[in-house]
């Protein structure tokens, strides 16, 4: 059965096969395969009423370490007048939206970088938090360090480990990376002792110094805080 791969090597000095990261035409029922380090992009194109597509449907995967979160760190100063007109034309649209609601204006606590990031998770924009990224992100930075502390925790010898073992320590770190995928939904909430669970499994592997974690970190204390508010509105 064919699958959406790409394994091409810079080995040929043809153009056509000397390219290390190529198209390769997209089929919806198969699943891509996505190297470490790497990620998707897919190039989809609706058919126009006389039938004819700009293009045909294909994907390919691309390299992530010049625009890894280390390489954004480093490179902040530079980046950092394009992200604040990215923020400011995020911000134009809650406030035009808020105008077409019928809002008068604005008192000066409505503006705040929170309220931009929380409506980039809800929009899903630019799916800089879904599902795939999340899961390469779970998988570089917390899946191994969660093996090993759960490994630990249960006793477990990592040398020769025996086959129920194995399937155990699978199944809770595939659980951790569901509840953290779930995450890429801006409306996704967890009861305040899952939240817990969570930022400790964040802390034992580190993963709360990236910054997809540290910004996982602060959703999870907001979630622990509104259930926290609901709960004292429910008593009044």
């Given at each position: 059965?064919?699958?959406?791969?790409?394994?091409?090597?810079?080995?040929?000095?043809?153009?056509?096969?000397?390219?290390?990261?190529?198209?390769?035409?997209?089929?919806?029922?198969?699943?891509?395969?996505?190297?470490?380090?790497?990620?998707?992009?897919?190039?989809?194109y609706k058919e126009t009423k006389d039938g004819?597509?700009?293009?045909?449907?294909?994907?390919?995967?691309?390299?992530?370490?010049?625009?890894?979160?280390?390489?954004?760190?480093?490179?902040?100063?530079?980046?950092?007048?394009?992200?604040?007109?990215?923020?400011?034309?995020?911000?134009?649209?809650?406030?035009?939206?808020?105008?077409?609601?019928?809002?008068?204006?604005?008192?000066?606590?409505?503006?705040?970088?929170?309220?931009?990031?929380?409506?980039?998770?809800?929009?899903?924009?630019?799916?800089?938090?879904?599902?795939?990224?999340?899961?390469?992100?779970?998988?570089?930075?917390?899946?191994?360090?969660?093996?090993?502390?759960?490994?630990?925790?249960?006793?477990?010898?990592?040398?020769?480990?025996?086959?129920?073992?194995?399937?155990?320590?699978?199944?809770?770190?595939?659980?951790?990376?569901?509840?953290?995928?779930?995450?890429?939904?801006?409306?996704?909430?967890?009861?305040?002792?899952?939240?817990?669970?969570?930022?400790?499994?964040?802390?034992?592997?580190?993963?709360?110094?990236?910054?997809?974690?540290?910004?996982?970190?602060?959703?999870?204390?907001?979630?622990?805080?509104?259930?926290?508010?609901?709960?004292?509105?429910?008593?009044?």
């Amino acid at each position: 059965m064919n699958t959406n791969t790409d394994t091409d090597t810079n080995t040929d000095t043809d153009v056509s096969t000397s390219l290390t990261f190529k198209f390769r035409p997209y089929d919806s029922q198969l699943p891509i395969e996505v190297p470490s380090n790497q990620r998707s992009v897919k190039c989809l194109y609706k058919e126009t009423k006389d039938g004819k597509k700009a293009g045909e449907n294909s994907y390919i995967n691309v390299p992530v370490s010049h625009i890894s979160e280390q390489v954004v760190i480093e490179r902040a100063r530079e980046l950092a007048p394009y992200v604040v007109n990215f923020l400011a034309a995020e911000e134009d649209k809650l406030i035009k939206e808020a105008h077409k609601s019928g809002s008068i204006g604005f008192g000066a606590s409505w503006f705040s970088l929170e309220k931009i990031l929380e409506a980039l998770d809800e929009s899903g924009q630019g799916n800089r938090l879904n599902g795939e990224k999340i899961q390469q992100w779970f998988s570089a930075e917390m899946r191994d360090k969660l093996i090993e502390a759960f490994a630990d925790k249960l006793g477990v010898d990592t040398e020769a480990p025996t086959d129920e073992e194995l399937e155990r320590l699978a199944a809770i770190t595939n659980a951790y990376q569901d509840k953290f995928k779930s995450l890429a939904s801006g409306k996704t909430y967890y009861k305040p002792e899952e939240c817990e669970i969570l930022q400790k499994a964040l802390e034992v592997t580190s993963a709360k110094d990236s910054i997809i974690g540290e910004r996982f970190y602060v959703r999870l204390d907001k979630m622990k805080e509104q259930a926290s508010n609901t709960t004292l509105e429910s008593l009044l």
